[in-house]
């Protein structure tokens, strides 16, 4: 995994970590796609399971492996977490939603 | 998008935040530009500045059809609070502001944003007028796409400041 894991996470009670093999526990987030990020992934909306302690910028490499065409964005966008811009670096809690902001064009 | 129709978010509690009006509509009718226009007029004030933004038939060559905004509805309303509590605190002589972004299609030549900005003297709610329309193309999240005869593309302000995340790094996500 690309992030460190903090060991002592008191993370939330989800039994079925079978899809990340290495962690003890993880959690769920929602991840929103807007216009061209939409286009792209043919979603709006993705509930995501991720390692316990996974930053902003790992769960988007996870899901540039998941949708690769996001890559024609990547160089130029912004996340935010909970309706709030947010650094790469910010760690998610089970709930939050992740929101991937391509270029915007409002006015 | 699956966001409600109208979000016209109550005044909160603050008194920063009681002097703003922020409005993101999904609707087919014009912007009653009026009614902004009228939240932020208030006699101690000398100056009524407004913007309206509206919609080019042309891109270069390419003839629009139309225009469709999107938007992340309840950050966009969140940002565009702030953004007019930064005008006030930059601006001293600022009274009120109020800020309506249309969603959904809108037609060529109608307008799609309104900032309207009240203050003592001119000079205030101009520049505060011009900060909040600036700000709102750089941060606040509102996608327009246009469409074309021959196809159509998400617009990119050139106000965004987008940086690179991840591009590149290869990750083993699942075994």
Redesign the interface.
């Known amino acids: 995994?690309?992030a460190e894991e903090p060991k002592s996470e008191k993370g939330y009670d989800d039994d079925d970590d079978d899809?990340d093999?290495d962690e003890t526990k993880s959690v769920s987030v929602n991840v929103?796609f807007?216009?061209?990020a939409r286009?792209l992934t043919g979603k709006?909306v993705v509930s995501l399971k991720i390692p316990c302690g996974s930053s902003a910028?790992?769960t988007?490499?996870?899901l540039?492996?998941?949708f690769p065409r996001l890559?024609e964005i990547?160089?130029?966008?912004?996340?935010?977490i909970n309706?709030?811009?947010a650094d790469?670096s910010t760690l998610l809690k089970h709930g939050d939603e992740l929101?991937i902001?391509?270029?915007?064009?409002?006015? | 998008m699956?966001t409600s129709d109208i979000l016209n978010p109550a005044p909160t509690a603050t008194s920063a935040a009681t002097s703003s009006l922020v409005e993101i509509l999904e609707s087919p009718t014009p912007l009653q530009t009026a009614k902004y226009t009228d939240f932020v007029r208030d006699s101690s004030c000398g100056a009524i500045a407004t913007f309206e933004?509206t919609t080019r038939d042309t891109f270069g060559e390419k003839h629009v059809v139309s225009l469709q905004?999107?938007?992340?509805a309840?950050?966009?309303v969140?940002q565009l609070k702030s953004i007019c509590i930064a005008a006030k605190n930059a601006h001293s002589g600022v009274h009120r502001i109020a800020v309506a972004?249309r969603l959904g299609t809108v037609g060529v030549g109608e307008g799609?944003?309104f900032v309207a900005v009240s203050s003592i003297h001119r000079a205030e709610a101009l520049d505060a007028c011009r900060y909040v329309?600036d700000e709102?193309?750089?941060?606040?999240?509102?996608?327009?796409?246009e469409v074309y005869d021959n196809g159509e593309v998400?617009?990119?302000?050139t106000?965004?400041v987008?940086?690179?995340?991840?591009?590149g790094?290869k990750?083993?996500?699942?075994?």
């Not at chain 1, 990547?74 to 935010?80: D, G, N, P």
């Not at chain 2, 998400?154 to 302000?157: P, V, Y």
């Open positions: 995994m690309a899809d093999d929103l807007f216009a061209r286009d709006s910028g790992s988007m490499e996870r540039l492996c998941m890559q990547c160089k130029s966008m912004l996340l935010a309706e709030e811009y790469e929101a902001i391509p270029p915007l064009s409002g006015g | 699956s933004g905004y999107e938007s992340y309840p950050m966009a969140r972004h799609s944003v329309i709102l193309k750089a941060t606040v999240p509102i996608w327009k796409k998400w617009k990119e302000n106000e965004f987008g940086k690179k995340v991840c591009c790094h990750v083993k996500v699942e075994d």
